[in-house]
């Protein structure tokens, strides 16, 4: 008997059955809070919904195949959640310079909104993963080998090919961004094939595949469950994309969603290059063991000495660059934060805010969305001014202050907004700004473009 047949013919754990129940039930009630603006998953959406997602896949794969992490290994789910977070600050602090995307409708200031970007980012690797890995029992696709297989030289060629990736976005961002989701997979290979790790080039040498396509099919469905996620909650990420500003699915531009799929690819590289510090340990059951460790001399204990120290160095160095970026995220990334309605309209009715507020309702949407019995409550003089006012606010979640600005420039509706030239707008609303001081963080042309764009929209599609 295999090894995979006593996997699939092991006893069924009743608490992978509990874990599938409760993620998926994590899911469910996420997407039905959402779209009915309840609180916290409205403004929460992401976290409910991928660790929700995680658990549930866990739980099937433990069910099914007896692998597992959260439960079975859980060592290795603690530094997948760690490094996960770690690499997207690493992406972020590229988007500093490359300005390809904002976040909006962030909790207010304090602790909490700083503890939930790491844990919203923890995601990352673990999500693609546990979809990788159930592709691989699923087979899908059963294999992929060819008889085209890669050359010697093509390590080298890797190199310069990933340190050119590396270079050009950093020198025309505007140009070659996409170039970013791709270099480390050409830099780091060379390194993961040169010490038996775990190696998508060494599989190419041999005309197989089949892993480097469920990687891109993982990444694509991921990607895809990450849109999702993302159009109908409060807080969520809007994309500044160049050249892509018109066509979009959801918030993404309708060719980014091929972008997914390569960077799952370079995140299962960048994770088997850390993983070559750890002794061996993986969180893959398939990962072979770097041959360096089975040295038969006195090197293993030496070089296991460095490994640990280098690797403790790299995480402490590591924490404190992720708190340095979020630091310039702050600044440069993120555009707006929850408000309350009273404090959304309370130059315009602090009255009849309190009205509205005491129906239930939190959200500018949610009021848009009971808009019949909500004119009732609003005082004739001030019923147009508040509808313009939670539409432009609620727009890609732009908030008050950058509702307050377009109105100081005249522009007082969505309807007026959706008329606009961005190259007209965006330097009126620079000079509106430094008289009036409605916004501290600086503003981006692209984001003016991006509310241009948005207020035509008539469904996901646009």
Known sequence: MTAEDRRERAPKQPLSILMMILGLMTVVFAFWGTIRYTFPF????YPFAWYGLILFLDGLLWWRWNEGLILKRPREFAVLLFW????????????????????????????W?????????????????????????????KRVKTEFALKGWTQNASLVVGFFMLILPMVFPHYFFPLVWGAFAFLLEPLCARFS??????????????TFVRLLLAGIICGGYWELCNFWSLEKWIYTVPFFSE???????????????????????????????RGGRHWDPEA???????????????????????????????????????????????????????????????????????????????????WKKAK???????????????????????????????ESAGIDSREKLGRQNADELFPELIMVNQRLGLRDNPLLKRRVVAWISAAGRQSAFY
């Not at 409205?42 to 959406?45: I, L, N, P, Q």
Request: glycine share 4%.
């Open 288 to 370: 072979p063991r770097p041959h360096f460790l089975d040295a038969e001399t006195d090197r293993p204990k030496a070089v296991r000495t460095t490994q640990k120290t280098i690797y403790f160095a790299m995480m402490v160095l590591a924490v404190f660059f992720s708190e340095w970026c979020y630091a310039k995220m702050r600044i440069h990334t993120i555009d707006s934060r929850s408000e309350p309605l009273k404090q959304i309209l309370q130059d315009i009715s602090t009255h009849d805010a309190k009205k509205l507020s005491n129906e239930g309702w939190r959200y500018p949407k949610e009021v848009l969305h009971n």
């Open 42 to 45: 409205y403004a929460h959406t």
């Open 197 to 210: 790790a775990r190696s998508l080039l060494m599989d190419g040498k041999k005309g197989e595949w089949t």
């Open 247 to 277: 066509g979009k699915f959801l918030e993404m531009p309708r060719l980014g969603f091929l972008g997914f799929a390569p960077f799952c690819v370079q995140c299962f590289v960048m994770t088997n290059a850390l993983y070559l510090l």
């Open 113 to 141: 909104p700083h503890v939930e970007a790491y844990l919203d980012f923890a995601t990352v690797l673990p999500g693609m993963f546990l979809v990788y890995r159930l592709l691989c029992h699923l087979k899908i696709p």
């Open 376 to 406: 009732i409550l609003i005082r004739m003089p001030f019923r147009d001014r508040i509808r313009r006012r939670l539409e432009l606010v609620s727009l890609l979640n732009m908030g008050t202050a950058n509702a307050r600005l377009l």
């Open 84 to 111: 996960s977070a770690i690499f997207w600050f690493f992406f972020e602090l590229w988007n500093l310079r490359l300005q390809n995307w904002y976040f909006v409708g962030v909790p207010p200031g304090g602790l």
